[in-house]
T-cell receptor, first 114, second 114 residues
Framework: AQSVTQPDIHITVSEGASLELRCNYS??????LFWYVQSPGQGLQLLLK??????LVQGIKGFEAEFKRSQSSFNLRKPSVHWSDAAEYFC????????????FGKGTTLSVSS | DTGVSQDPRHKITKRGQNVTFRCDPI?????LYWYRQTLGQGPEFLTY????????KSRLLSDRFSAERPKGSFSTLEIQRTEQGDSAMYLC????????????FGPGTRLTVT
């Protein structure tokens, strides 16, 4: 069965430091992969997606992610974190019929210290 | 673009009562999805519609849950005989046929069953 694992429940990063959030997936075929961010009281916002092609994808707010098939990973990175990046981040894989049912990981909460 | 809207934002109900939530997708989007998110977990897929047709349902959608999208626009999710375990955030998302995997989420309806 398809699944997504986010090994880190909570990460604290200093403002201006780099960030990497880990995501591992289990899926038989070529996956559709996503990163979403959820701020308190806000809905989920799509940061970036991978369907095929270039394994390094760029998203909004300066985020990028790299798809590594050999490691079944899709880690999210940002070179310099801002205080406004503090939120919960979810990795997801498209599953179900035609990949429309997203399966989410449990999320990683990012705190940013000054 | 007004985004996906959900109503109400919060609902408190007593166990055994019925509740109904509404979702208005982005106007040009043909697909509409319902997810449930409990504390400390990522969203879990419940069901999705393409226009007015309900095409996929999760095993999580018990007989007490019913979703409709009668005219292919807004959707309702009804929970009958609510149980304390139904307490969660209910999220709605929509996507277009041309970009079906890019799901845009609403702010959610938080249900508390006492």
């Amino acid at each position: 069965a398809q699944s997504v694992t986010q090994p880190d429940i909570h990460i604290t990063v200093s403002e201006g430091a780099s960030l990497e959030l880990r995501c591992n997936y289990s899926y038989g075929a070529t996956p559709y992969l996503f990163w979403y961010v959820q701020s308190p009281g806000q809905g989920l916002q799509l940061l970036l997606k991978y369907f095929s092609g270039d394994t390094l994808v760029q998203g909004i707010k300066g985020f990028e992610a790299e798809f590594k098939r050999s490691q079944s990973s899709f880690n999210l990175r940002k070179p310099s974190v801002h205080w406004s990046d503090a939120a919960e981040y979810f990795c997801a894989v498209g599953a179900g019929q035609a990949g429309t049912a997203l399966i989410f990981g449990k999320g990683t909460t990012l705190s940013v210290s000054s | 673009d007004t985004g996906v809207s959900q109503d109400p934002r919060h609902k408190i109900t007593k166990r055994g009562q019925n509740v109904t939530f509404r979702c208005d997708p982005i106007s040009e989007h043909n697909r509409l999805y319902w997810y449930r998110q409990t504390l400390g977990q990522g969203p879990e897929f419940l069901t999705y519609f393409q226009n007015e047709a309900q095409l996929e349902k999760s095993r999580l959608l018990s007989d007490r849950f019913s979703a409709e999208r009668p005219k292919g626009s807004f959707s309702t999710l009804e929970i009958q005989r609510t149980e304390q375990g139904d307490s969660a955030m209910y999220l709605c998302a929509s996507s277009s046929l041309t970009s079906p995997y890019e799901q845009y989420f609403g702010p959610g309806t938080r249900l508390t069953v006492t």
